[in-house]
């Protein structure tokens, strides 16, 4: 043998060898961790937003209860008689 047949016969080894070794198991996909961000953050700011209206929900009824206490203190605060009372007679 020759040292170019040599080299043949270690360049066919080499790819025989190559064809032999099996494929890597394909990738699996992972979650794409960009898109679950955002999907979050939509979420949380949708969770934000609900809360501000409920707040402000709760901030005009509580308005309205002040309101309601105020006028019922003024209804129940008696009028003074006069400090001289003149009889009928």
Do not use: W
Not at 65 to 84: E, F, G, M, R, Y
């Amino acid at each position: 043998m020759n040292g170019r047949t040599l080299t043949r016969a270690v360049m066919m080894s080499l790819v025989l060898q190559a064809c032999a070794i099996a494929p890597p198991p394909p990738l699996e996909q992972k979650p794409n961790p960009v898109a679950d961000q955002s999907a979050k953050v939509r979420e949380l700011r949708k969770q934000i937003r609900e809360r501000d209206r409920r707040i402000e929900e709760l901030e005009s009824q509580l308005e309205a209860l002040k309101l309601i206490d105020q006028d019922s203190v003024k209804q129940k605060t008696p009028l003074k008689p006069p400090a001289t009372l003149e009889s009928l007679e």
